[in-house]
């Protein structure tokens, strides 16, 4: 019983080590690519929580991955936002202004 316990706890920590490499991949700030509109920044951190700063405002997030290439961003009033990761980018489809393109800051 104790090995078949280990056992499993091993595996555990082996599946956890693995799904951290694409989320540290993930996080980091992000760019708006629109030059119509104000400054957007979009922040992901590797605790699971974020910011998108737009202008002077800003609106914290959790973040969470659920499944290949896609992000889903929770905000703190209920709504939620849905992400594609590209190579270097996120596409956002936001409420009211539709898709927007985000590259990650330093690429």
């Known amino acids: 019983m104790r090995r078949m316990l280990l056992g499993a706890l091993a595996s555990g920590l082996l599946l956890l080590g693995a799904c ?60 939620v936002i849905s992400a594609l990761r590209r190579p270097g980018l996120l596409e956002l489809d936001m409420p009211g202004s539709g898709k927007q393109i985000f590259r990650k800051a330093g690429k």
Do not use: M, N
């Open 20 to 79: 951290r490499g694409p989320v540290e991949d993930i996080v980091g700030d992000y760019e708006s690519e629109r030059v119509d509109l104000s400054p957007a920044k979009l922040t992901l951190r590797s605790d699971g929580g974020g910011a998108l700063t737009v202008g002077a405002e800003e609106a914290p997030f959790r973040w969470e991955v659920r499944e290949e290439g896609r992000i889903v961003l929770h905000t703190r009033q209920g709504g």
